[in-house]
């Protein structure tokens, strides 16, 4: 039973432009929300956390927004860089970190 | 500040050998965690470490995997006999105390990439 899922397993963006990743999830007693980027042959690193009970949190280009009626996470990206290509997994912790499938995104020149 | 660090980062098996992998946490991380992510997957719990006590292995397949942290530094994740359906990356990460911020926020390592023949 998938309790984080990642819908989309790639996305392609022209530079410049916004990414949207999108991440849903099914238990509503997840404490914290968080975004991991990964690069090829490299562990993931974290991006951004939300807190279970924020619904928006910015960090410089990135944005992560949080619907819980919807059970549903979106990582904003803007404006999305070359560099920003890299596959990106949601998570949600609740006693433990449980990710969703990734989803792969590039960015375009 | 050195990160996680894992050996080997590659390694190519036949199929009932032994494997074993080692991973050196961060400095003053208590909470050591193996990690398991097949091709497309994300990173999958195998098992996690309060200081030397493993507090959640519930993933662990015990019939052919263990792992230990002795002194409550560096880990090994045995496989013995490995299978083919055991190849995939093992993930190592570290943090502050699961309890006292459970924000999630874990420090990988690069990961063993395993093959099994």
């Known amino acids: 039973d998938q309790q984080v899922k990642q819908n989309s397993p790639s996305l392609s963006v022209q530079e410049g432009r916004i990414s949207i990743l999108n991440c849903d999830y099914t238990?509503?007693?997840?404490?914290?929300f968080l975004w991991y980027k990964k690069y090829p042959a490299e562990g993931p690193t974290f991006l951004i956390s939300?807190?279970?009970?924020?619904d928006k949190n910015e960090d410089g280009r990135f944005t992560v927004f949080l619907n819980k009626s919807a059970k549903h996470l979106s990582l904003h990206i803007v404006p999305s860089q070359p560099g920003d290509s890299a596959v990106y997994f949601c998570?949600?912790?609740?006693?433990?970190?449980?990710f969703g499938q990734g989803t792969e995104l590039s960015v375009k020149p | 500040e050195a990160g996680v660090v894992q050996s080997p980062r590659y390694k190519i098996i036949e199929k009932k050998q032994p494997v074993a992998f080692w991973c050196n946490p961060i400095?003053?991380?208590?909470?050591l965690y193996w990690y398991l992510q097949n091709l497309g997957q994300g990173p999958e719990l195998l098992i996690r470490?309060?200081?030397?006590?493993?507090?959640?292995d519930s993933q662990l397949p015990k019939d052919r995997f263990s792992a230990e942290r002795l002194k409550g530094v560096d880990s090994t994740l045995k496989i013995q006999p490995a299978e083919l359906g055991d190849s995939a990356v093992y993930l190592c990460?570290?943090?502050?105390?699961?309890?006292?911020?459970?924000?999630?926020?874990?420090?990988f390592g690069e990961g063993s990439r395993l093959t099994v023949l």
């Open positions: 998570a949600a912790a609740g006693g433990k970190l449980i």
């Open positions: 238990n509503s007693m997840f404490d914290y």
């Open positions: 939300i807190s279970s009970i924020k």
């Open positions: 400095s003053g991380h208590n909470t």
């Open positions: 470490y309060e200081n030397e006590e493993a507090v959640d």
């Open positions: 990460a570290s943090s502050l105390s699961w309890g006292s911020s459970g924000t999630g926020e874990l420090f």
